[in-house]
Every structure is written in structure tokens, then in C-alpha cells.
């Protein structure tokens, strides 16, 4: 017996296992269909054995065998033979076979019932699994009556993992044998409320399915249904009982009442989604779709929740998502003639915010506005309950401000003095008087520069006339403005009875830019020398006296502790304190805008910063369209445009490709052969297997993009034997990789040389002797884009790969892949299918090595990735090829999204002020390197260019390729403080230099 | 309920097929063919449901499919199931997949179509949804291998580990 086990194990040595008859059906191409008849040959041998390890390895090729589309059912005996074996790892295999191939007329079905019920009840929970899930493939009347009861008894067992399945096996029972129903629904219903969210979800499963064919029977589930609804966090339960309720809302009118509150909390829930999902590209298609809900939306609440929405999504990280915003503006017009709304303050304050912010876009939001003032009883027809006139605070405000843009001001400025705006709230009203007085002055210039003297006299007239109305205002603040500007205008007017020309000396009063400051602006400006801010005026009040007083003193409560040392020398920790407080007064005055958190320290440390700060935000805005906006115009034209781009971009690549084409009939390449299948557009490469005769670089035509100044180089040398001349400085981290690489690379070799086939002999000795070393030597490099023009496209990477042979062979057919994430994408190239492998355009002789390159798009930069990849190929000898493969990581660092650019000082200083920069620090441990050293390194290995040093510190900057700013502060203290408007990727790159200063 | 489910590359070769209702392997491979043709000429950014074929049910049916590198994810079902619902459980599929194979490719689906079954099991069974939690997935697929390794012997298991 013991001998017969050990003959057994021998023989199996020397069968092929699943593996080796994949391998072989892929090293037969040609003969397939008889290399297949050969291997069924076999294992019709093999199934004749009497040891179950060689059935179990016949029956699991089988198995694969069958979904080529062979018919194995002769073999089911012994699948019921592998079934019933007492190792799992056979049961497996033999229940996984059953289940691919038995049916209902499968005559060997019957010999299972005891041993599955014999499995059923088996201690090995796993055992049990495995019969179940084989059960449900193939269940029979029979069967499903012969072991209702015993699968009955699992649905209560104590292990969920039997429970779930148990459960969700019983739809296959009822449908097979239907009068288990009624028996076992209770206990069904029982598992709805099982404490393991699993078995609950099948049994959801198991009940949705069932009343989709008789709704009515479960009605009176409703209320479960609805409990669970409510409570289960299980996406995939609430969906199926949504669905649910979708069959059995029409029968029963009643439950659509009650089912309208958690659905409208699942919308709020897929609302807040949104915010996360928007992009560059999908913001406008996103907010289209949205705005056509607010249109059909029918409650207020629900429509206000939706414009809220809209601005949130648009207004998210400083406008980041907004390419134009011109569509922006149309959208905030858009929203205005929404009746009823409570968030007319809040479109005011988008609308103010970006016609200061964005200067770009000043000349077409004060025509909006103007055209907004214009209509104004539009939108005040019942303003008082309604909060939307709240934008009219905001467009006189802009008409006002920037009126040197209006078109019509005159006609501006009679919309702004019509008796109706009396109705307004006060706020509004002053607004308007104050706004009216800088129109004047701007009309003013303008008809006093132009030859009528009479006009601008009548413009005074017109203040004159009716002005007086908004003196009469109830509100003492329109009251007030009212009656200084009528003042104002009467002696203007004065003035000019007597022909003076007053424009100039009007507009002064209102010259000078209202520039945004920036929260820092004031710790900018210089103490004048002489002043102790923080000296005492006065001698404070002695302990005692305080203490008197306390009770009276406004600032009583905070004096006793400090007055001892006050006056004489101030310590840090007091004035750490005052500037606190002064920081917590200033956030909550009004006019300051608020601090970034944080932001402090490098500002202080930032040498010859010495500008006040004006935030820049410099929006270049491509469109202009005259007239009322339709938000939809922009979609269409933003569409148009990247489509322009599309095609243009395809023309290029197909002209690269013809000419690709006519380089390669000259080089009679023999073409691409794909891994394996060949494609009738493939056929035509293939003519030859022959080497070519002489080898020819790619013309710089065939390259995908040319490349930009910079790149920064990752190696991976991927070896088979140990390396032991490869003593070289690379991290550990890689040498793993490496290592593991290695091991892959060597079972897959392995594997081969098991195949049985003729060269397997051949192949091992290759493999003693001769290593195959291939190294691969990845470059990335970026894409510099044009990103004033184009900011969908700052999202390129290219990848150039030198591949070098090593060994002795041909290397050809390769084809480089790479799995592709949600954020990266590799750019096939085209004609061939969109994730199909990149075929490299060349074959590579003995010890030759080439270039190709890979073009990636990546949508966010701020954190880095690896990208997963194979890369196959055939190594051709003589008489032989095999068939190759390395897996290899590509690791997209944050550092490769950055650009060298160069950054002038002022600029510079300018950014650092924005406050719309993140703050971080980072310190290099044992960095002992002369600091221009450092600088260097920096400048190299991250792509920064110095801004400025000045003595023991060094200003840097770069630019990432979506135009992030990132701006450093090195000090020889190699202690790094860090600015960058995305804090993401600004921690990474922070990590990655520590990384590099960390290897040396 | 799920009708079948599909694997293929992008030259329509099947990489695993798993069909929840009984079809000759001649309507099996016929299936298989169609489906590749409906999917394969979608193009990149059009919706990834579709009308199922005459084969498998024709409009009854709903074909859901995901394309992830060199290969197609397919399955195929009927009204009862919410078609993101799927798209979402066949992205746990291949994030399963790619924790169990670490970087899952299309070699490691073609030498181990059995293991891909096996995980399959754990989330799909008979046409009906098991389990969608990935960690439970990959908690139940390890158990069991380790009880297989456990199981097997020392040389066989050299030659397992592809």
C-alpha cells in the first residue's frame, strides 16, 4: 500500500498539472485542437488511476478544458469520484468541475445525494461551503427534495458562513421543489433579523427575489423592510430593497408616503457624493445636470438644498475645479430667478467674491450685473418675503466699483435711481446710493471729456431729482449717504454752472483699486522706528488698585497677572499671547480676510519679503459671448473645444503613425505577435519569424512626445541570478522589489522547463548556465503643458523605457502593459483597442538596447502611485522560444509631477503672501553636506530652482504640472519649512526629499 | 439573479466563464463570442450596460461589463439587479483578485482560472449575491487555502505556487 502511494506521488511528478497544460495549449498554436486531443488522451489515463491526486489534477484540467467549449461530461463519474474525497482540496476541486458541468440530465447527479448530505453535515465548515456552492449550480428536483431538510437545519447553524449560504441555496430549493416554501419561509424570515450582516443580506436576497414574482405574498414584510432600510448600512441590502419597495409600492399606496423621507436622505447622501467626484472636466456637465433638477425640483427646501450644493461643488479649494468663469457667472445669473429662495446672500457673496478675485473677469460680470440691475423687477416682485434681491446688493456694488467697465453706465446708473428701489431693504438701498455716487463720478468723466457740456449737467439733475427720495429713507445709513452725496451733487452741480470741469477732482474720490489683502498684509507693513507696540502709554495701575476696580474695569479681568513686569521688558510667552489674541480679534472682524491656519511661521522667517500682498488670482478667460448667458452655451463650447483638441491630437498621432508605418516596411520588421491571439489587423505584420538583418533605431517620429527638459531617472534592473556585479547604491526598498521580482521571474522560468516539452532540457541548462539578465531602465519624465491655454491636459507623464538585452537571444513580440488605476491611464496607441497592450515597436538583438516611450495621463498629482505592469516578450533561440514575463512596478513619485520653473523674488514673495498657500515642515536628520550641497540635491532630485538664498537660508520653487505652487524655505539648520496651495502633495513631496537625504 | 459571468481578453478569449444556468459548451462558447463582439466595440467613455444578446436573453437581460487593462469583466443578469450595484461588485471582484494574486494580471487568470473560481464562490453563488465585503472575501479564500496547504504535499506544493 505504502509502496502503491509512493509509485503514485512518483508518477504525478511527471504529470502535467493545470499549468503546464495552459503553457503547453499556448506553446501549440497552430495544432491547438490536436495538442488538446493529445493532453484528453492523457488524462483519460490519468482518470484510470486509482490515486485520487492524479484524478484530482485530471478533473481540474478538465475543468478548464470545458470553458475552452469541450465537452467532458463522460467524465462525470469520476468528478462524483473527486467529489467524494475526504481532502478538501480534491472536494474542491471535484465540486468546482460538478458544478461547471452537471445539469439537470446528468445521469451520475442522482449517486450524489448521500455524499453531499454526508458533506453537509461534515465538522469542516469549509467542507459544507464547498457543497453548497456546488449545490447551487446543479440542483435537481431531486436533490433539492431530498435535502431541503438537511439545508433547513444549516440556516440555523452556528456558523454564519454556513448560515449566509444555507440561506441564499434556499431560492434554488423553492424553485426546484416549491413546496419547501411554505416550511421553511419562517424560519427565512427569522434571518432577515440575523445579527450577522451576511445572512441578513442573503436572506434580503432570498425575499426580494421571491417577491418579484408574487409581491403581494410579502406585503405584510413591508415593515421589516422598512426597519431595515433605515438601519442597514449594506449597500447592496438598501438597493435591493429599494427595489423591493419598487414592486410593492403600486399594491399598497400607503408605503410611498412613508418611504419619501429615507429616500430623500439617501439623495442627500448621493448629493454630498458629488462634491468629492467633480473635476476639471465634469464640473460643467455636473452642474447642468443639477441645475435641470432645480428647474423640475418642486419644494423649496429641496431646491435651495440643491443651489447650495451647486456652490459648494463650484466654490470648493479657492475654485479649483472652474476652468471659465464666465460660466460661472452665468450660472450664479441662472440661479438668481429661482423664486423663493432663501440663498440670495449667498450667490451675492460668490458674485463678489469673483469679481474682485478673478480681474479677468470683471468686464463681462459687471455687464451681467448691469443687465441684472436692469431687470431688477424681476426679481423683486414679491422681494420682501423672498431673500434673491440680496444680489442686487452685489450688482450695484460691482456696477459701482468697477463702472469703468460698464458699457452703458448712464443707463446703469437710471436703473440704480428708480423710485422702485425704495421697496429694497435698507442695506440694499444704501448700497445703491454709495454705488450711485461712483457711477456718477465715472459718467461724469465721460460726458465732460466728450463735447455736450449740457449732459453732464443733467446728470447731476438727475442725482439731484432723485436722490431727495432716499433721504426721505427710514434707514438712518441710506438716509445718511443720501443726503451727503445730494450735497455733494449740489455743489458739483454749482460748480459746473460756472464751467469748471470737476470729473477729475469727483473720481478721486473714489480712485484707488479695492484690492483683496491678504490676511498677513498687516504684520507687513513696518513698525516705524521708535514705536514699542507693546509698551505701556501709560503706567499701568498698581495690583491693588486693579483689585478695586475690578469689578468696574472693561479689561480688569486680564491686567492683575502681568502688571508686575509689564512695562520693562515683555516676555515671550506674553506676547505669544497678545499676538492670540489679536489673531482671534482679527478673525472676527470683518475686515480682515481670514487666515489659512498655520501659515505663520514661514512668513516670519522669509528674508526680504518686504511687499504688501495682494492675492492674485489670474484667471485668463478665453470666451466672451455678448448677450444674457445660457450656462448651456459654455458646456457646448467647452465640449467643442476639447473635441478640437481630441481630433487635432489624433491627426498628429495618425500622421507619427504613417509614418511609423512606412519606417517599419522599410526595416521588415517582423511585426508584432501579440502574446498569443492574433487579431486580423495583426496578420498583415506577420509574415516573417526571421530576425532582421540589421537593426534600426525608431525615428524620432515614432516617439509618442517628445521629450521635456526635465527627467528624473528610476532604475529597475531585473535579474534572474543573484547579482553580485550589481553592486550598486540603490534603496533597500528596490532591492526587494527587486528580489521579488526575481523570484517571480525565476518560478515562471521554472515552470518551462517542466513543461515536457522538447526544449525543456534545453531551457534548464539556459537557465543554469546563462543568466537572462534584462535590464530595464525606466525614465519618467513630464509633459511641460501649456496651461494657461489648456489645463485639462497638465496631466501627462511619459514614461521612457530603455530596454537592454543581456543574454543571447532574440528578444521580440514585446508588449508592455500596465494595469491601469482610476487616476492613471496608460495612452495606447491608436488603432489598437484602448487597454490593450503597448506594443514595443522594435525587437532587440543580443546586447542591443532602445528606447520607447510611454505616455500616462494622470488626473490628480498629489499623491503618489505605483502603477502595476507586465511586461511579455519572446526570448527566440535557435530552435526554440519561450515565452517571457517581468512584473514591475512603476512608481510615479509627486516629485515627477513637479517642473523646474523659475520664480523671481517679488513673485515669489507675492505667492507666499496669497495665504492661499498650505503650510508644512519637514526636518532632515543627519544630513551632514555643505549646504549648496544640499541645494543642489534638492534642485536636482526634486526639480526646484533656487529663488533666492541669502546667508543661511535658501528660498526654492517649483511648479507641478497642474500648476501647483510649492515653495520652500531651506535652512542650514536642513530644516525645511513649506508652502503649496494643495497641503496633499506638498506632504508627499515633503516625504520624498526626506527619502532622498535619507539614503545618503 | 446573475445569468453568468464572463471573463475574457480583449481578443475575446475566455479567461473564466461561470454560467448560473445550464447551456451546451457549444451555446457556451457561441455566448462568449457574442458577448465579446457587444462589448468589445463600445467605446471608452459610453455607459458599461447594455442589452444582453439573443443568446443569453436578449433584452431581458442586462449586460454589465468593465474593462480593466487586457481584460473584459462581464456579467450578465436580469432586472432584479441594480445595475451600479454590480459595477460596484465587480470592482470588489478584481480588487479581491488583486489582493489574493498581489497585482493580478491576465497570466495569473490564465493559469489559475481554478482559483479564480474559488474566489468567485465566495462572492457569487448560484446567480445570487453572496458577499460583498472584500475583507470577509479574502478572509474565507485564505482559510481554505491554508487548509489546502495544509493538505498537500511538500513537492506538490512547489509546483502549485504557479
Not at chain 1, 83 to 88: A, P, Q, T, V, W
Not at chain 1, 541 to 559: G, L, R
Not at chain 1, 581 to 608: D, M, T
Not at chain 1, 688 to 694: A, G, I, R, S
Amino acid at each position: 500500500m505504502a509502496l502503491k502511494i509512493v509509485k503514485g506521488s512518483i508518477d504525478r511528478m511527471f504529470d502535467k498539472n493545470l499549468q503546464d497544460l495552459v503553457r503547453g495549449i499556448r506553446n501549440h498554436k497552430e495544432d491547438e485542437a490536436k495538442y488538446i486531443s493529445t493532453c484528453i488522451d492523457e488524462i483519460k489515463q490519468e482518470l484510470k488511476q486509482d490515486n485520487i491526486a492524479v484524478k484530482a489534477n485530471a478533473v481540474c484540467k478538465l475543468t478548464y478544458l470545458q470553458m475552452l467549449g469541450y465537452d467532458v461530461s463522460w467524465a462525470a463519474f469520476n468528478i462524483v469520484e473527486v467529489m467524494s474525497s475526504s481532502k478538501f482540496t480534491y472536494k474542491r476541486i471535484g465540486y468546482l468541475a460538478a458544478s461547471q458541468c452537471f445539469h439537470e440530465s446528468t445521469d451520475v447527479i442522482m449517486l450524489t445525494t448521500n455524499q453531499i448530505r454526508k458533506d453537509l453535515s461534515s465538522p469542516n465548515q469549509y467542507d459544507t461551503g464547498v457543497a453548497l456552492t456546488g449545490l447551487s449550480c446543479f440542483v435537481t428536483p431531486d436533490l433539492a427534495r431530498d435535502l431541503a431538510n438537511d439545508i433547513m437545519t444549516l440556516m440555523s447553524h452556528t456558523k454564519p458562513y454556513i448560515r449566509k449560504k444555507a440561506v441564499l441555496i434556499m431560492y434554488k430549493v423553492f424553485l426546484k421543489y416549491p413546496e419547501s416554501l411554505r416550511p421553511a419561509f419562517p424560519r427565512l424570515k427569522e434571518k432577515l433579523e440575523d445579527p450577522d450582516p451576511g445572512v441578513q443580506s442573503a436572506a434580503v436576497n432570498v425575499i426580494c427575489e421571491l417577491a418579484r414574482r408574487n409581491p403581494k405574498n410579502y406585503l405584510s414584510l413591508a415593515p421589516l423592510f422598512f426597519k431595515l432600510m433605515t438601519s442597514s448600512t449594506n449597500n447592496w441590502v438598501l438597493i435591493k430593497i429599494i427595489k423591493l419597495f419598487g414592486a410593492l409600492t403600486p399594491l399598497e399606496p400607503r408605503l410611498g408616503k412613508k418611504l419619501i423621507e429615507p429616500l430623500t436622505n439617501l439623495i442627500h447622501r448621493a448629493l454630498d457624493l458629488l462634491y468629492g467626484m467633480v473635476s476639471k472636466k465634469n464640473l460643467m456637465e455636473i452642474v447642468k445636470k443639477l441645475m435641470l433638477h432645480v428647474d423640475k425640483a418642486e419644494g423649496t427646501t429641496y431646491r435651495d438644498e440643491l443651489l447650495t450644493k451647486i456652490i459648494d461643488i463650484c466654490s470648493q479649494s479657492n475654485y479649483q475645479y472652474i476652468t471659465n468663469f464666465e460660466w460661472y457667472i452665468s450660472i450664479l445669473v441662472e440661479l438668481t430667478r429661482l423664486e423663493g429662495t432663501r440663498h440670495g446672500h449667498l450667490i451675492a457673496s460668490q458674485m463678489l467674491d469673483v469679481a474682485i478675485r478673478v480681474k479677468a473677469i470683471r468686464i463681462f460680470a459687471v455687464a451681467q450685473m448691469a443687465t441684472l440691475l436692469d431687470n431688477a423687477h424681476l426679481l423683486t416682485g414679491n422681494m420682501q418675503r423672498n431673500g434673491i434681491c440680496e444680489v442686487l446688493y452685489a450688482a450695484a456694488w460691482i456696477c459701482g466699483e468697477f463702472s469703468e467697465h460698464l458699457e452703458n453706465p448712464m443707463q446703469t446708473l437710471e436703473a440704480m435711481l428708480r423710485p422702485k428701489v425704495a421697496t429694497l431693504p435698507g442695506h440694499i438701498q444704501a448700497v445703491y446710493v454709495q454705488n450711485a455716487a461712483k457711477l456718477f463720478s465715472t459718467v461724469l468723466k465721460s460726458q465732460e471729456g466728450s463735447t455736450e457740456g449740457t449732459a453732464a449737467q443733467e446728470t447731476s439733475q438727475l442725482m439731484i431729482d432723485r436722490l431727495p427720495l432716499f433721504v426721505q429713507s427710514a434707514n438712518l445709513e441710506v438716509q445718511e449717504r443720501a443726503s451727503c452725496i445730494l450735497q455733494l451733487v449740489k455743489y458739483i452741480q454749482k460748480l459746473q454752472q460756472k464751467e469748471v470741469e470737476v470729473a477729475e477732482e469727483v473720481s478721486a474720490l473714489f480712485a484707488g483699486e479695492l484690492n483683496p489683502v491678504a490676511p498677513k498684509a498687516q504684520k507687513k507693513v513696518p513698525v516705524p522706528e521708535g514705536l514699542d507696540l507693546d509698551a505701556w502709554i501709560n503706567e499701568p495701575p498698581s495690583e491693588s488698585e486693579s483689585e478695586d476696580e475690578q469689578p468696574k474695569a472693561i479689561f480688569a479681568k486680564e491686567e492683575p497677572k502681568h502688571s508686575r513686569s509689564r512695562h520693562t521688558e515683555v516676555d515671550e510667552k506674553e506676547l505669544a499671547r497678545r499676538r492670540e489674541a489679536r489673531k482671534q480679534e482679527q478673525a472676527n472682524n470683518p475686515f480682515y480676510i481670514k487666515a489659512s491656519p498655520s501659515s505663520q511661521k514661514v512668513y516670519q522667517e522669509s528674508p526680504g519679503v518686504e511687499h504688501i500682498p495682494v492675492v492674485q488670482i489670474d484667471l485668463t478667460v478665453p470666451l466672451k459671448v455678448p448677450g444674457l448667458p445660457m450656462s448651456d452655451q459654455y458646456l457646448k463650447l467647452e465640449e467643442e473645444r476639447r473635441q478640437k483638441e481630441r481630433a487635432d491630437k489624433k491627426k498628429k498621432e495618425k500622421k507619427k503613425r504613417k509614418e511609423k508605418r512606412s519606417g517599419r516596411g522599410r526595416r521588415h520588421d517582423s511585426g508584432p505577435e501579440s502574446e498569443e491571439d492574433i487579431t486580423p489587423a495583426h496578420m498583415v505584420d506577420i509574415v516573417t519569424e526571421e530576425m532582421p538583418e540589421t537593426y534600426i533605431l525608431p525615428t524620432p517620429d515614432n516617439r509618442l512626445l517628445t521629450m521635456s527638459s526635465t527627467s528624473i531617472f528610476l532604475f529597475f534592473f531585473i535579474e534572474q541570478k543573484s547579482s553580485k556585479h550589481k553592486k550598486k547604491k540603490q534603496k533597500k526598498e528596490k532591492e526587494e522589489k527587486e528580489k521579488k521580482k526575481k523570484k517571480k521571474h525565476h518560478h515562471h522560468h521554472r515552470h518551462h522547463s517542466d513543461g515536457g516539452a522538447d526544449e525543456s532540457v534545453q531551457n534548464g541548462t539556459v537557465e543554469d548556465e546563462e543568466p537572462l539578465p534584462v535590464s530595464m531602465c525606466l525614465t519618467l519624465n513630464h509633459k511641460v503643458c501649456d496651461i494657461q491655454g489648456n489645463l485639462q491636459d497638465g496631466s501627462q507623464v511619459v514614461v521612457s523605457v530603455i530596454f537592454e538585452n543581456k543574454c543571447d537571444s532574440l528578444l521580440k513580440s514585446m508588449e508592455f502593459n500596465v494595469l491601469d488605476s482610476l487616476n492613471s491611464k496608460l495612452q495606447r496607441p491608436e488603432g489598437s483597442g484602448p487597454h490593450d497592450g503597448f506594443t514595443v515597436p522594435f525587437q532587440l538583438p543580443p546586447g542591443v538596447s532602445n528606447e520607447a516611450r510611454l505616455v500616462f495621463t494622470v488626473q490628480s498629482i498629489v499623491m503618489p502611485q505605483k502603477m502595476k505592469g507586465t511586461l511579455t516578450f519572446i526570448v527566440k533561440n535557435e530552435d526554440s522560444s519561450i515565452h517571457e514575463k517581468l512584473d514591475f512596478k512603476l512608481h510615479f513619485t509627486c516629485t515627477s509631477y513637479l517642473i523646474t520653473t523659475p520664480c523671481y523674488s517679488d513673485a515669489f514673495a507675492k505667492l507666499l503672501e496669497s495665504g492661499d498657500l498650505k503650510c508644512s515642515s519637514v526636518r532632515l536628520e543627519e544630513v551632514n553636506m555643505p549646504f549648496h550641497h544640499l541645494l543642489a540635491r534638492i534642485c536636482f532630485h526634486h526639480h526646484f530652482s533656487v529663488v533666492e538664498r541669502i546667508d543661511s537660508c535658501a528660498s526654492m520653487y517649483s511648479r507641478s504640472i497642474q500648476g501647483h505652487h510649492v515653495c520652500l524655505l531651506v535652512k542650514t539648520t536642513v530644516s525645511i519649512d513649506a508652502k503649496c496651495d494643495e497641503p496633499t502633495l506638498l506632504g508627499n513631496v515633503l516625504d520624498e526629499i526626506k527619502q532622498t537625504f535619507s539614503q545618503c | 439573479m446573475i445569468r453568468a459571468i464572463l471573463i475574457f481578453n480583449n481578443h475575446g478569449k475566455p479567461r473564466l466563464s461561470k454560467f448560473y444556468e445550464h447551456y451546451t459548451e457549444d451555446t457556451e462558447q457561441q455566448i462568449i463570442r457574442e458577448t465579446f463582439h457587444l462589448v468589445s466595440k463600445r467605446d471608452e467613455n459610453v455607459c458599461n450596460f447594455l442589452e444582453g444578446g439573443m443568446l443569453i436573453g436578449g433584452s431581458d437581460y442586462k449586460l454589465i461589463y468593465r474593462h480593466y487593462a487586457t481584460l473584459y469583466f462581464v456579467f450578465c443578469v436580469d432586472s432584479s439587479e441594480s445595475e451600479l450595484g454590480i459595477l460596484d461588485l465587480i470592482q470588489v471582484f478584481v480588487e479581491t483578485l488583486d489582493k489574493c494574486f498581489e497585482n493580478v494580471c491576465e497570466l495569473d487568470l490564465i493559469f489559475h482560472v481554478d482559483k479564480v473560481h474559488n474566489i468567485l464562490a465566495e462572492m457569487v453563488m448560484g446567480g445570487m449575491v453572496l458577499e460583498t465585503n472584500m475583507n470577509e472575501i479574502i478572509m474565507q479564500v485564505d482559510a481554505q487555502n491554508k487548509m489546502e496547504k495544509s493538505e498537500t504535499f511538500i513537492f506538490q506544493s512547489t509546483r502549485q505556487d504557479r
